[in-house]
């Protein structure tokens, strides 16, 4: 079955304990990318990846790191993670970064930062 | 960045017809225009994209206004299940999205 998978999907944690959400995707897309949603505030983007070693800020990449060395995945990485980090996490991919492409995305990590 | 503005939320009564609008006014000529649809406690799921001319899938219809400033999203018969909340988004090749606050949509029964 094509799906993106994220692990954990619950996580709660304390300010600065690092920490690493995943993401896998078994459709061979190019793209993939992060969001982060807030109440009120909507999908924003974090970052996003066109292909592998290749990674590109989105509308609030501060306090995030990703990498991209196989094309399958995509984790995200809080180095020191904050109580504004708190959030709804989502993994997405397509095919390519080109317009006409959707994207599919994962079921969510729930992120708790005490 | 091009950006999308949408009605916070509309209602509809189950079976009939759904027309969810979006302005775009600053859009490009590259720009694609995407919906997606995000039921409750699910993430984001894509409906229909379309360039210029109108799309139809087996979920939706996309309807481009000629000069591509606005579209409307129709769903034929609102069932329970399409409640949920209603992306417009445009998208440039390698861009990021930005997906709004979308439409919330009720369905009636």
């Known amino acids: 079955e094509a799906q993106v998978t994220q692990n954990p999907r619950y996580l709660i944690t304390v300010t600065g304990k690092k920490l690493t959400v995943t993401c896998s995707q078994n459709m061979n897309h190019e793209y993939m990318s992060w969001y982060r949603q807030d109440p009120g505030l909507g999908l924003r983007q974090i970052y996003y990846s066109m292909n592998v070693e290749v990674t590109d800020k989105g509308d609030v990449p501060e306090g995030y790191k990703v990498s991209r060395k196989e094309k399958r995945n995509f984790p995200l990485i809080l180095e020191s993670p904050s109580p504004n980090q708190t959030s709804l996490y989502f993994c997405a991919s397509s095919l390519s970064g080109y317009p006409y492409n959707g994207q599919f995305f994962g079921p969510g990590t729930r992120l708790t930062v005490l | ?109």
């Open chain 2, 1 to 109: 960045d091009a950006k999308t503005t949408q009605p916070n939320s509309m209602e509809s009564n189950e079976e009939e017809p759904v027309h969810l609008p979006c302005n775009h006014s600053t859009i490009s000529g590259t720009d694609y225009i995407h919906w997606y649809r995000q039921l409750p406690s699910q993430g984001p799921e894509y409906v229909i994209h379309g360039l210029t001319s109108n799309v139809n899938n087996r979920m939706a219809s996309l309807a481009i206004a000629e000069d591509r400033k606005s579209s409307t999203l129709i769903l034929h018969r609102a069932t329970l299940r399409d409640a949920a909340v209603y992306y417009c988004i445009l998208r440039a090749t390698g861009n990021q999205f930005y997906f709004g606050t979308g439409t919330s949509l009720t369905v009636i029964p």
